[in-house]
């Protein structure tokens, strides 16, 4: 085997990334799917019937109210859509905070496992420190893509398709004009999505930086002591917390501007 060839053949395998989202649901799948249905009721089911007691509630006030339908009835309808959601809401409490924990602790063994399997001289490719911020910040940002985000499109893109097809079947013309500021709050994040991912890797970086710092800092507390070298310690120190608030508060901004204009485009 050549020497090209060889190199190819240990060169590890580029896989999507959907296909290491789908490992991390399929690590407790059981709990993600009772997790996404429950939320799925809470999001989207229960404004859906909601919306409909509230049409019925009108339409007895206006006296065109279904047979069988009055103001009482539609009244009562809705205190039990309340009571079914706070009792889902409950379970749902529960298997969230269950799944979050069992994933994140088999995500930080088995990322410790892959470690320890490494050769000492390359184990890691980064400071300890900034591998103790990717333990508690990276895992973190990967459940709350899949339990959080992911979760998000299906429960509301539910919920949208079956609003929407509700609102044409009442008055297309309005339900076009509700929709105009969607399209705009789609170009509005595609223009700083680079942005704002440039700004979170800078962010991530000088998490890293810090925490790197305070594990030499302490490591070597000795050495600065007889170097008398507190203050310079305490100066650099203050130095890489100042870069990482400036990154952070970047990322926040951004994102605060964004939800600002997601929702009230909404309302």
Known sequence: MSEREHASCSRPLRRSV????????????????????????????????????????????SGSAPVGVNVWTAVGLIAAIAVVQAIIFACDFGVYFLHQSTVTGLLARNLFEAILDQPGARALSISPGDAINR????????????????????????????????????????????LVPLVFIVVAVNLV????????????????????????????????????????????????????????LRVVLLRQILDAISANAAD
């Open 18 to 61: 959907w296909f290491y989202v789908w490992r991390v649901v399929r690590m407790q799948g059981g709990l993600y799917a009772l997790m996404l249905a429950l939320e799925t009721l809470i999001f989207s089911g229960m404004p859906l019937v909601t919306g409909l007691a509230v049409s019925w509630f009108f339409d007895a006030l």
């Open 135 to 178: 333990f508690e910040v990276d895992i973190y940002k990967i459940l709350e893509f899949v339990a959080d985000a992911l979760n998000f499109v299906v429960e509301f893109g539910v919920f949208a398709v079956v609003s929407v097809v509700l609102m044409v079947r009442i008055q297309p013309l309005a339900t076009a004009v509700a």
């Open 193 to 248: 999505r680079r942005t704002i991912r440039a700004y979170q890797e800078s962010a991530r970086g000088a998490s890293g930086a810090v925490a790197g710092f305070i594990g030499e800092a302490f490591g070597a507390i000795l050495a600065v002591k007889v170097g008398v070298a507190e203050t310079r310690v305490v100066q650099r120190f203050r130095e890489l917390g100042d870069a990482r608030c400036a990154y952070e």
